[in-house]
């Protein structure tokens, strides 16, 4: 995974709305979660990952943080609504976790891991951070999966996008990562 800040207003890409029903049946909506401020998207490729379950865990451990910066979370499998009810309860997590079956989302952010079957909805470990006015500010994909991006380097980009404020306008985009693919 490159890490790095980009502030120009050059890059700078809408985050498609959407809607997901969340571990308790709830329709959750992209656009609509962004008014309480920025949010960070996470995909993960399921409960049976022990690397996903850990970072799950560290964003939990580290929510007073998040929250401290006006940062909320989402987090996105393709794993079905009740499996996800499992999961949000065994890691006693304080934010949604999001079922996307059919891997619409998944491919809208770009995040599907192609190593997988053609048939198999499996995202590659992301975090996208989207600011109230629905930009991408920040994004990291991570193609190893035992790789995660750190909760440093998120409250690092949290803590850009605090320092820049929008005053009503978009805001610049952070930066964008993504882990090199093997040949």
Known sequence: MSTGLCLSAGGAARAPDFSLPDQDGNTVRLYEQLAGGPLLVVFFRGHWCPYCRRYLG????????????????????????????????????????????????????????????????????????????????????????????????LLGWLDEVGSIGTGGAAMPPIARETTPVPT
């Open 58 to 153: 560290k964003l939990r451990d580290h929510w007073p943080r998040l929250r401290e910066r006006g940062a909320r979370v989402i987090a996105i499998s393709p794993e079905p609504p009740a499996t996800s009810r499992v999961l949000a309860a065994e890691l006693a997590l304080p934010f949604p976790v999001l079922s996307d079956a059919d891997g619409r989302v998944i491919d809208a952010f770009g995040t599907r891991n192609g190593f997988a079957s053609a048939r198999a909805v499996l995202p590659h470990a992301s975090v996208f951070l989207v600011d109230t006015g629905g930009v991408v500010r920040a994004h990291s994909i991570d193609r190893n999966y035992k790789k995660r991006t750190t909760v440093r380097t």
